[in-house]
Nanobody
Framework: QVQLVESGGGLVQAGGSLRISCAASGRTFSSFDMGWFRQAPGKDRDFVAAISKSGRVTDYSASVRGRFTISRDNAKNTVYLQMNSLKPEDTAVYYC???????????????????WGQGTQVTVSS
């Protein structure tokens, strides 16, 4: 079992920055890839970013590439999402997720992620 707890969400003005975190427990954190997804009101949950077990490989959706940065600290069992140049369309509940496949590559597919956090709200005002 893996427990994931997101934190750091809040209200920010357009153009601002925010960093959200996800703390993991229950299994060896460095043994799984991590992803961030988001769900805006009335929309499906979408991929945002993913990072490999070691942190050396990352992937981003086109809508956030160049503005968001995913990182992880395996010593702290935590994955981060640094969000810069935020736009109102970034408003959503942000979820972190764990992909526990031992030989997988970073994936944008929700079905590859077995464990999910409860989400943290990010609201960007115009």
């Amino acid at each position: 079992q893996v427990q994931l707890v997101e934190s750091g969400g809040g209200l920010v003005q357009a153009g601002g920055s925010l960093r959200i975190s996800c703390a993991a427990s229950g299994r060896t954190f460095s043994s799984f890839d991590m992803g961030w997804f988001r769900q805006a009101p009335g929309k499906d949950r979408d991929f945002v970013a993913a990072i490999s077990k070691s942190g050396r490989v990352t992937d981003y959706s086109a809508s956030v590439r160049g503005r968001f940065t995913i990182s992880r600290d395996n010593a702290k069992n935590t994955v981060y999402l640094q969000m810069n140049s935020l736009k109102p369309e970034d408003t959503a509940v942000y979820y972190c997720a764990a992909d526990i496949r031992p030989l997988g590559v970073v994936s944008p597919l929700q079905r590859e992620y077995e464990y999910w956090g409860q989400g943290t709200q990010v609201t960007v005002s115009s």
